[in-house]
């Protein structure tokens, strides 16, 4: 197998634990896309047209942001600790410990969703055509992209400021060319192809499907499909490039 469940487990469970004692980390995960979602009600309180098509796409962006930042920034202070040379010095292997920590910030990926998305659905007036557990789970898709991806450049940074760096360098290019700002239809053909080539594309293509259909496409699936094989291949690069300590 691929990895061990036993010892993905524990590694699940101590990345809890550990986080369980730091309360910054928990606000970050679950205030601030909370916070950033009610900041955006009140600047469009007189345009409601205006954010009731921005806010579901959105509800993309920041859960994945979000999760990008803490899981690159948590997965590289393993490696300049030396918590992680010691794990690895265990009966453990890289992907063990990528997937645990994949699986432990998976979790709170399904918490932020669900509070987020609920929040906005039943308080700040974010209404979609489609049913209200397809906008939360594409959250989900995202907020777990951003953890893959996170995870993924923890590996080739040397330092907190250096994972901090490779965000606008990874997300900074999707969020301009994922369709918000400008319809892929309205883009250069080649700026639309390299669009095409990027996972937030389609997590916006999927939840401006959401906003606007009632029953869920086939189109909206292979969506979310293509982002969860982001997810996928994301992590197993991950724990390919993984370094146990910081040279």
Not at 19 to 40: E, G, Q
Not at 57 to 77: E, H, Q
Not at 201 to 216: D, G, K, L, R
């Amino acid at each position: 197998m691929f990895f061990h469940i036993k010892a993905t487990f524990a590694v699940t469970r101590r990345i809890l634990q550990q986080l369980s004692h730091d309360h910054r980390t928990i606000a970050l995960v679950f205030v601030v896309p909370c916070f950033l979602m009610w900041l955006l009600s009140w600047m469009f309180e007189d345009n409601q047209m205006m954010f009731k098509s921005i806010a579901p796409p959105l509800l993309a962006i920041f859960p994945m942001s979000i999760m990008f930042l803490i899981t690159s920034i948590a997965t590289l202070r393993e490696r300049t600790n030396g918590t992680l040379e010691r794990v690895l010095a265990l009966p453990i292997a890289k992907s063990d410990f990528i997937f645990g920590y994949a699986l432990a910030f998976g979790l709170l990926a399904v918490l932020q969703a669900s509070l987020v998305a609920t929040i906005s659905l039943k308080f700040l007036g974010v209404e979609i055509e489609g049913p209200d557990w397809m906008l939360v789970l594409v959250a989900l898709v995202d907020a777990l992209l951003g953890v893959a991806l996170g995870l993924l450049a923890s590996a080739f940074a040397r330092s907190e400021f250096q994972a901090v760096q490779f965000m606008p360098a990874i997300l900074f290019p999707q969020f301009l060319l994922c369709g918000l700002i400008v319809p892929l239809s309205s883009m250069p053909d080649f700026l639309e192809s390299i669009a095409r080539l990027l996972p937030l594309t389609y997590a916006v293509e999927a939840m401006q499907n959401i906003t606007v259909e009632a029953t869920t496409s086939s189109e909206t699936w292979q969506n979310i499909l293509i982002v969860i094989s982001w997810v996928v291949v994301a992590l197993i690069l991950g724990s390919l490039t993984l370094r146990r300590r910081v040279k």
